[in-house]
């Protein structure tokens, strides 16, 4: 493919998706916006993950990034690492498993030059809502927004933000203004879309909503995160149950990343606001 300069990148972290990602990049192949780069960062898979990227190679502007086979990132670290190495102007996140509309990048990257105003220094996020799918496309629900009973205004998730994450990375753009302050600040992120989507509303930079959804989201039994339903609670509690020194460990560690973001507040606060948080 051109290797000449291309303003946006998609970062696209894989781990074990063989069985869907064709689908994803079959969505990007219908983009009405063309100009990107995809940049790969596979977290050492053990099916033909890779093998299934590789057959795009004449259809897309793909990248491998270097891994370390020794080592597994984790989700978090892995999109970490392909914003540390990414040098374009704007940076879409995405899941391997997802499907995008056609509009997706385009719109995206609209929403963030509108915001920008012609100051590339400003940082600057936006994200959209999304449609909940089954593992075949099949929509299970039209909108997350509805679903979670969200307003979507820009307050309702500023507010909810430090106990739950409504914002959902495969939704979200940033441009390089925002990379660049990620990567100095951001250390150890239990979620990589949380996080970012804490840090630009704890220091008021610029935050775009698209209120259509832009992308199909198959839930599986394990991403049920940020999806408000009796079986998500259910799920949580009974993991609570099975398990609570390790609930309790996950959620201190989201504590500290809050901490580390610039929230001041002890864990009893938060724990207490968290159990609030998921039975509201």
């Not at 780069?37 to 890779?50: A, F, K, R």
């Not at 920008?116 to 909940?132: A, I, K, W």
């Not at 994450?165 to 495969?170: A, V």
Request: aromatic share 12%.
């Amino acid at each position: 493919m051109n290797k000449t300069f291309y303003e946006v990148g998609i970062a696209l972290a894989t781990y074990n998706g063989a069985l869907f990602v064709a689908d994803f990049l079959d969505s990007l192949c219908r983009q009405t916006f063309k100009s990107f780069v995809v940049l790969v960062s596979d977290d050492g898979s053990s099916d033909h993950t890779v093998e299934v990227i590789k057959t795009y190679a004449n259809k897309l502007n793909i990248i491998f990034l270097p891994h370390n086979d020794n080592v597994n990132r984790g989700a978090a670290e892995n999109f970490l690492f392909i914003i540390k190495s990414s040098n374009y102007n704007y940076l879409l996140f995405a899941d391997q498993d997802d499907y995008w509309l056609s509009t997706k990048v385009e719109r995206n990257i609209s929403e963030i030059k509108s915001l920008e105003n012609t100051m590339l220094s400003r940082p600057v996020m936006v994200f959209s809502d999304l449609s909940v799918t089954d593992n075949n496309l099949k929509i299970i629900s039209e909108s997350i927004f509805i679903k979670n009973e969200i307003v979507p205004l820009l307050n309702n998730f500023k507010n909810n933000i430090e106990y739950s994450n409504d914002i959902f990375g495969c939704t979200m753009g940033v441009n390089r203004s925002l990379c660049a302050l990620i990567v100095s600040h951001c250390k150890n992120p239990l979620m990589h879309d949380w996080w970012i989507a804490s840090y630009c509303f704890l220091n008021e930079y610029k935050v775009g909503i698209i209120e259509d959804p832009l992308v199909l989201y198959r839930q599986h039994s394990s991403n049920v995160v940020g999806i408000h339903s009796k079986k998500s609670f259910i799920l949580m509690f009974l993991s609570f149950v099975r398990s609570p020194v390790k609930r309790l460990e996950k959620l201190k560690m989201l504590h500290e990343m809050n901490i580390d973001i610039g929230y001041k507040y002890s864990f009893i606060k938060f724990f207490i606001k968290k159990c609030i948080n998921v039975i509201s």
